[in-house]
């Protein structure tokens, strides 16, 4: 008989898991994988978008077809203030913008002065 989890995944900014929960909360299985970055389009280093959807998509797949575990539900936990843009359809129009890159000082001295101050904003 199959043992029934909830397969979480944490989509950290060094190592992504892959962690299940049985009905009691026990954790019966923790996979752990370590994806190499790429850079954005100004060359910053950034996640492997795309390496990160395929790695959801086949664990997914393999969890599904398990032998040992009956999925229950999925959950998704991510790091950061983490930024990709998408067009109208979903789709990435853009590579995922790391929240440690730097941006120009006006851009947030901009947005305080729209919305009130620092301190309000």
Avoid at 40 to 53: A, R, T
Avoid at 97 to 117: A, C, D, V
């Amino acid at each position: 008989m199959k043992e029934t989890v909830i397969a979480i995944y944490d989509i950290g900014k060094t190592n992504k898991k892959i962690i299940l929960f049985n009905e009691d909360f026990k954790i019966v299985s923790e996979i752990e994988e370590k994806f190499a970055e790429t850079i954005d389009d100004d060359g910053f280093e950034c996640d492997d978008i795309e390496h990160i959807e395929r790695w959801v998509r086949e664990s997914l797949v393999g969890l599904m077809h398990s032998e040992k575990y009956e999925i229950k539900a999925v959950n998704f936990t991510t790091y950061g203030a983490t930024l990709v843009y998408l067009n109208e359809n979903g789709e990435r129009l853009t590579p995922v913008y790391n929240y440690l890159k730097p941006i120009e000082e006006n851009i947030p001295e901009s947005l305080y002065k729209r919305h009130g101050g620092r301190d309000e904003f």
